[in-house]
């Protein structure tokens, strides 16, 4: 019978015995906290201190273990000498030696004329052989904690191995019995390991660094399944009652109609199913997902003429300026024949004109408003919000988008959309609090993009090439990684960029980075949108949505340091128009098998979806845009590579456990993932 509390794990490393203060400041430099924490710092390695070694076979440089009879101590009177504990055994001698020891402790560790055991790394001083401040000093009886096979952890400063043992012992001789979340069937089909079993077995070395042992399965497993009842929590949380939208979609069947091109078959899939959705009784929380011009604004500014047919107000926001303008364009354009009232707002909208929209949106007198997170401001009050749409959303991460949804009120539907691909396995991790729409196919007028790749130092071949493209009046993107030269990395600077290239074209090249202010950056834009320039230097701020109908070609620098996904973005910037696409992938020399690959993989296929799977395969997950951009990064263990298979279970579990949850059954796994106090936050 174990009397440890269950509690135990989840408080403060103080309470530890021999963790005070300074020790707990260091351990919280290695992210503990808490006493979980612990538990959860698996070893990386193990150092071999098994075999006693004679002192006639040591190795310099290693870590060895020796049994030796200590034969005399000097402490020598003069500051700043070491002491010095001289030893042997029957084939030779060796010194141990101290800095900053104290003679009584050395005394008492070091017994004249007994046998000791000690650890540590072997050097050698003045023909002799030595240990400096070694790790380990026993006597015979307590070998046994020292000679074998000892994990390794990560250490910081002011924590040694010998330290943090006696902490992880503490640990893992007091951890309380819990009553297992899983059933033992289940345990056994899917070759996993119980929980009480797990995080002892998991401080065993060969079971943390083999990813696929049924401990560190088990492990993968329960962090996926807390991410995941999160997710599923926060969903039910969303979607509650609300008013039911009425309408007979007599509008979008107009504008469709007026429309210059005929949908596709997928845009017309995705907005029946958002029309569904809005006229449930439940509120809607879904995201509209497809390839870079695959056309979401025209789905989503459809069902936003439904809405508006049911007398609700809506509000379309767009990441950057540009963006939302160009939104607001395009609405102006196909709501031209209705009496649908569009207004735009930005930060930067004059004050005057700003308090009028205000009013206006308080009295109902505006339909839509389309603008960038300005939208989103306290002093923004609706007279009857009814759905919020919000664009390239992979801005965001699970709280924000949650916050969003309860910014509408409780009668808002809300759509989020975005051209960033996800792979199949990471959906659930990612979105599983929402529902999914998928544009699967690309407007048929739409040519693939060409895409090339050319070795730098061939960069001249290129001048001749732009020239012609100026001469037809096409529109170039040139794409550098950084800004300025950096000396530590090899990278193209954008800067550098600009200046060479405006040399071979003065007068029709802008430059547009990071580092510029708003009004800097749309200015360049819409210089280039007016065709005022033709080549535009940028790093990768162009990356988000704006359609550019004229641009048709993009050279991207060092497209090796770019990951897939990224890559296939900054494509899709081109070709938007009526002329053909095309894309230069510049290298350096002396590429990697894996970057041939890659360049070979986006030069072969225009389907972004087929792209982030391949990107997933070969780079790891960590390189998604989605992923690094919400700071979503929510697996400590779980690799949706190695472990797809849990993954897929654990999305089969959260599902048929669905709304019976039983909170205090899953309480504990929660709290172990820093999980509860998510959902106590998040009361939609
Ligand atoms: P994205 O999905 O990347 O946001 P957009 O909505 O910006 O794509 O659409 C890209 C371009 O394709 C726009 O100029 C839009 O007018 C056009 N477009 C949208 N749907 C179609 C279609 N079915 N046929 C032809 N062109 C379309
Ligand atoms: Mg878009």
Not at 358 to 378: M, P, R, S, V, Y
Request: proline share 3%; net charge positive.
């Amino acid at each position: 019978m174990n009397l440890i509390k269950k509690d135990f794990i989840f408080q403060d490393i103080k309470k530890l015995k021999g963790v005070g203060t300074q020790l707990s400041k260091y351990l919280r430099q290695k992210k503990v906290e808490k006493i979980k924490d612990i538990i959860f710092d698996l070893p990386y390695s193990e150092t071999d201190r098994s075999k006693l070694s004679k002192l006639n076979e040591l190795e310099i440089g290693k870590i060895q273990t020796i049994k030796v009879k200590v034969k005399k101590i000097n402490f020598p009177r003069i500051r700043n000498l070491p002491n010095k504990v001289i030893c042997e055994d029957e084939t030779g001698k060796i010194d141990i030696v101290y800095f900053n020891s104290r003679e009584g402790y050395l005394k008492k560790i070091f017994p004249i004329n007994e046998w000791v055991v000690i650890s540590g790394k072997i050097n050698f001083f003045r023909n002799n052989y030595q240990i400096t401040n070694p790790d380990y000093v026993t006597n015979l009886e307590k070998q046994n904690y020292v000679v074998k096979n000892i994990p390794k952890y990560k250490l910081t400063k002011g924590i040694n191995e010998k330290k943090y043992r006696s902490i992880i012992d503490q640990v893992t001789q007091n951890l309380p019995i819990v009553e297992d979340w899983l059933n033992d069937d289940f345990i056994k089909e899917n070759n996993l390991l119980n929980w009480n079993e797990t995080i002892k077995k998991l401080h065993f070395t060969e079971e943390s660094k083999n990813h696929k042992s049924k401990s560190f399965r088990r492990l993968v497993f329960d962090e996926i399944c807390a991410n995941f009842i999160v997710l599923s929590e926060n969903r039910k949380r969303i979607k509650k009652f609300k008013k039911e939208k009425i309408f007979k979609e007599l509008i979008s069947n107009n504008i469709i109609k007026a429309l210059p091109f005929k949908l596709t078959n997928s845009q017309y899939e995705t907005l029946k199913e958002i029309n569904l959705d809005i006229k449930s009784d439940k509120r809607m929380f879904r995201i509209l997902q497809g390839d870079v011009g695959s056309g979401k604004t025209i789905v989503s500014l459809l069902s936003i003429a439904n809405v508006i047919e049911s007398n609700f107000q809506c509000a379309l926001m767009a990441p950057t300026e540009i963006l939302a303008l160009q939104h607001f364009q395009l609405a102006k354009n196909i709501f031209k024949d209705t009496k649908i009232i569009v207004e735009f707002l930005s930060g930067k909208t004059e004050t005057k004109e700003r308090k009028r929209i205000l009013k206006d949106l308080e009295e109902g007198k505006i339909n839509l408003i389309i603008g960038t997170h300005a939208l989103f401001q306290k002093k923004i009050r609706f007279k009857n919000l009814g759905y919020t749409v919000i664009d390239e959303q992979h801005k965001f991460g699970v709280k924000q988008r949650s916050n969003l949804a309860q910014k509408g009120g409780k009668d808002c539907d809300v759509l989020l959309m975005s051209a960033t691909p996800i792979p199949r396995t990471m959906m659930m991790s990612l979105y599983g609090d929402m529902d999914v729409s998928k544009i699967k196919e690309k407007p048929s007028i739409r040519k693939k993009i060409i895409t090339l790749s050319k070795p730098e130092k061939k960069i001249n071949e290129l001048w001749p090439f732009l020239q012609n493209q100026i001469n037809e009046k096409n529109q170039i993107f040139w794409v550098c990684p950084l800004i300025k030269e950096s000396k530590f990395l090899d990278y193209s600077s954008a800067k550098e960029k600009f200046d060479l290239i405006l040399k071979k074209f003065p007068g029709k090249v802008g430059l547009i980075h990071g580092a510029l202010d708003k009004i800097e950056k749309d200015k360049v834009l819409k210089k280039f949108l007016n065709k005022d320039i033709n080549i535009l230097v940028s790093t990768t701020v162009i990356e988000v949505g704006i359609d550019f109908p004229n641009a048709n070609l993009i050279i991207i620098e060092n497209a090796n340091k770019f990951g897939l996904a990224q890559l296939h973005q900054l494509r899709g910037r081109v070709g938007r128009g009526k002329k053909q696409g095309m894309c230069v992938l510049m290298f350096k020399d002396g590429l990697s098998k894996n970057a041939i690959k890659r360049l070979k993989i986006l030069k072969n296929s225009d389907d972004g979806f087929f792209i982030a799977e391949e990107d997933l395969k070969l780079r790891g997950f960590g390189d998604l845009i989605g992923f690094q951009q919400s700071g979503d990064k929510n697996f400590k263990f779980a690799d949706p590579i190695v472990h797809e298979d849990l993954f897929k279970l654990a999305e089969n579990l959260i599902f048929k456990i669905g709304d019976n949850i039983n909170q205090k059954k899953y309480s504990f796994l929660l709290k172990l993932f820093d999980k509860a106090e998510i959902l106590n936050l998040k009361d939609v």
